[in-house]
């Protein structure tokens, strides 16, 4: 777990970005969406991350809103589990990379992701669209 100011920092900078009534206007906003097969998230599913932004960290952070605690885990471990992570948690549902420890967490707010039921859309930067 870290401190809500962390998951805070990642919720001001989804703030920056245009948004429709509840989420992301992803019209605006350069994405790729990789949706869930049956049976997902499966290992093949995982794997598509490693050539999107959010997945060439070594830990995700998982926020649940502004100003609570975020779960920091392990990109692999964190992506094969997400929908058990964020299983009964209302509305658009964000996460982001992170680098180094616990102790010494760098968050890459722009390297985030919204997840819901039907998969998950990350947000390209601008250097990295396809």
Partial sequence: MVDPEKARRLFDYLDTLPWRTSRLDWGRVPNVFVPFGEGDPQEQWVQEFSKIPVGCHE?????????????????????????LL?????????????????????????????????????????????
């Avoid at 995700?60 to 990109?75: F, H, R, S, W």
């Avoid at 990379?97 to 601008?126: I, P, Q, T, W, Y």
């Fill in 59 to 83: 830990f995700i952070m998982v926020a649940y809103a502004p100003n609570q605690e975020a779960l920091v885990g392990k990109t692999h471990e964190v992506l094969t589990d997400i929908d």
């Fill in 86 to 130: 964020y299983a009964g948690a209302p509305g658009a549902r964000y996460f982001c990379g992170a680098d180094g420890g616990e102790e010494s967490l760098c968050l890459a707010v722009r390297d985030f992701a919204e997840f819901s039921d039907e998969g998950v859309r990350a947000h390209l930067s601008a250097d990295r669209e396809g």
